[in-house]
């Protein structure tokens, strides 16, 4: 059976039109209050990776380094 909203009473967009053939209340835009925004991109991610852990890994990139010159000097 097709939903219909109570005789009187329309359905009002958000851009200010009147839907003629209202939807169901559970098909309606969810509150801006659980809007979450969207997940950062892989590399936008991998830089913040790196911004955040640049330390530690400076430090391991130096023990390579000289990991490998001891072991060239041997």
Excluded: D, N, Q
């Excluded at 851009?15 to 925004?37: A, I, K, Q, T």
Aim: net charge positive; glycine share 4%; hydrophobic share 45%.
């Amino acid at each position: 059976m097709r939903f219909r909203w109570p005789p009187g009473r329309e359905k009002v967009h958000c851009f200010g039109c009147v839907e003629p053939y209202p939807r169901p209340p559970h098909f309606l835009p969810r509150s801006p209050l659980r809007w979450s925004p969207p997940p950062p991109a892989p590399r936008a991610r991998r830089l913040a990776v790196l911004r955040e852990h640049w330390i530690p890994l400076a430090l391991v990139a130096v023990a390579a380094i000289l990991l490998t010159a001891g072991a060239c000097l041997l």
